[in-house]
């Protein structure tokens, strides 16, 4: 069974950071796609950035420029550095996993950006 858990959410300031882990046991993880999606209160969740094997990474427009994925393969982690948070920014963040088969999904960690 496939356990992912995400970390690093928190109560940020407009134009501050943050760092998102995903640590995933049970499987493999290097050949995986990792991806981190959100979803704001009453908005459909969305694709935020995803990250398949050997790096190929593709970032939403919306946080271009501004969130990075990356992958540590040896700690079987991935990362959503996020930088210059805007309010709209603010949702749950969620953690996917996809190989072969079903697709699975974190708890979700909080992201808040307000002053």
């Known amino acids: 069974q496939v356990q992912l858990v995400e970390s690093g959410g928190g109560l940020v300031q407009p134009g501050g950071s943050l760092r998102l882990s995903c640590a995933v046991s049970g499987s493999t993880f290097t050949f995986a796609t990792i991806s981190w999606y959100r979803q704001a209160p009453g908005k459909q969740r969305e694709l935020v950035a995803s990250?398949?094997?050997?790096?190929?990474?593709n970032i939403a427009p919306s946080v271009a420029g501004r969130f990075t994925i990356s992958r540590d393969n040896a700690k079987k982690t991935a990362y959503l550095q996020m930088g210059g948070l805007k309010p709209e920014d603010t949702a749950v963040y969620y953690c996917n996993y996809q190989l072969i088969g079903p697709e699975y999904w974190g708890q979700g960690t909080q992201v808040t950006v307000s002053s």
């Open positions: 990250i398949a094997y050997g790096g190929i990474t």
